[in-house]
């Protein structure tokens, strides 16, 4: 137990050390698990809100937020047990920079590449429902406005 202990000078070379493997990754690899990661916390947000638009009459209202925190977290937990490259994960490369493990442009490759793909993945995933049920809704209005001029009746 005493031996997993480190120092605060420890702990900064061992980080230094770890945000230098992630730098290492090719772009593949950082292309599929920034991709993963945003899909992870796409399902987390879809969850938290599906939970929040839950509310039954007389349940508790800290009671329903505990329960979507809850649910948010299970995408943290994909993250972290998959290995996805979430953003937030490298902003302590900087640490692996200045003591000279790695230059600054892989940082910056890393940094790019996570980033860009964890947003738009994150946004794209949230879009992809909604307009799922916007093109049908598009769709069966038109479908419904074309029955009615064909027919001169509109039904109800």
């Known amino acids: 137990?005493?031996?997993?202990?480190?120092?605060?000078?420890?702990?900064?070379?061992?980080?230094?050390?770890?945000?230098?493997?992630?730098?290492?990754?090719?772009?593949?690899?950082?292309?599929?698990?920034?991709?993963?990661?945003?899909?992870?916390?796409?399902?987390?947000?879809?969850?938290?809100?599906?939970?929040?638009?839950?509310?039954?009459?007389?349940?508790?209202?800290?009671?329903?937020?505990?329960?979507?925190?809850?649910?948010?977290?299970?995408?943290?937990?994909l993250v972290y047990f998959a290995g996805a490259e979430l953003f937030t994960g490298n902003c302590l490369m900087p640490m692996g920079w200045l003591s000279g493990k790695f230059g600054l442009k892989a940082m910056l490759r890393s940094w790019v590449i996570v980033y860009v793909l964890t947003l738009s993945v994150r946004w794209v995933w949230p879009t992809w429902f909604i307009s799922r049920d916007f093109w049908a809704t598009l769709f069966m209005g038109l479908l419904r406005s074309s029955r009615c001029r064909r027919s001169k009746t509109c039904p109800a």
């Open 1 to 77: 137990m005493a031996d997993s202990i480190r120092t605060s000078a420890e702990t900064a070379v061992y980080l230094a050390e770890g945000q230098a493997q992630k730098v290492k990754k090719s772009f593949g690899s950082l292309a599929i698990l920034g991709t993963l990661a945003g899909v992870y916390i796409g399902l987390g947000a879809q969850l938290y809100t599906s939970v929040m638009a839950f509310q039954p009459e007389g349940f508790p209202l800290g009671l329903l937020k505990l329960l979507a925190a809850m649910a948010f977290s299970l995408g943290l937990i």
